[in-house]
């Protein structure tokens, strides 16, 4: 158990829909990261934030977004869902900003229908 | 883009075997990790290597980051089936303050009894 805990496991939905998906990083831990794996395009990192502010934006949709709240847990939407938003969405934790040591969680699958 | 090739992509042994899996880059990483996952779960974090030459042994693995800091591998001493999973590499991007990791795209390993 890494500490890292993601809600929804599993989500099925469909086109168009909107989803919320929602991390709690380890305790103390002020990094969240957000990532995607899918069979065609590996294990792929979306965002980061820290300490409640963005740091850092990777290949994410402009019909994605994220936050972190005060209480440090967050948040990633998906909207405007299409069959190929189908994949395992990741949340990762750290400790400080460089994130050279993440704590993945288990992960959340979505499946668009 | 930094890109990280990881190699084998698929290898298939059997137990007790020995074996060696590689990730490299043309780019230069502060730091690499190396985690297991198996299918369904998240990533769980091996080892992370800092320092160029740097040696670091957990049991029957041995990992190893290049001295130039581009590149890393896997060692695996005398195989068992509980090793099967999928290995990836991620690298954290040298002199920015923030925490994206770069995966490779994996190493499926099985470990046949």
């Known amino acids: 158990d890494s500490g890292v805990t993601q809600t929804p496991k599993h989500l099925i939905t469909a086109t168009g829909q909107r989803v919320t998906l929602r991390c709690s990083p380890r305790?103390?831990?002020?990094?969240v990261y957000w990532y995607q794996q899918s069979l065609d395009q590996g294990l792929q990192f979306l965002i980061q934030?820290?300490?409640?502010?963005?740091?850092a934006k990777g290949n994410i949709l402009e019909r994605f977004s994220a936050q972190q709240f005060p209480d440090l847990h967050s948040e990633l939407n998906l909207s405007s869902l299409e069959l190929g938003d189908s994949a395992l969405y990741f949340c990762a934790s750290s400790v400080g900003i460089s994130g050279e040591t993440q704590y993945f969680g288990p992960g959340t699958r979505l499946l668009v229908l | 883009t930094q890109l990280l090739e990881q190699s084998p992509q698929f290898l298939s042994i059997q137990e007790g075997e020995n074996l060696t899996v590689y990730c490299n880059s043309s780019?230069?990483?502060?730091?690499l990790q190396w985690y297991r996952q198996e299918p369904g779960e998240g990533p769980v974090l091996l080892v992370t290597v800092v320092t160029g030459g740097e040696v670091k042994k957990l049991k029957r693995l041995t990992f190893q980051f290049g001295d130039a800091r581009k590149d890393s591998s896997l060692h695996i001493t005398a195989a068992q089936p509980g090793d099967t999973g999928l290995y990836l590499c991620a690298g954290a991007s040298q002199g920015t303050s923030y925490g994206k990791l770069t995966f490779g795209q994996g190493t499926i390993l099985t470990v046949h009894p």
């Open positions: 780019s230069v990483f502060s730091s």
């Open positions: 934030y820290y300490n409640g502010e963005e740091r």
């Open positions: 305790s103390g831990d002020l990094s």
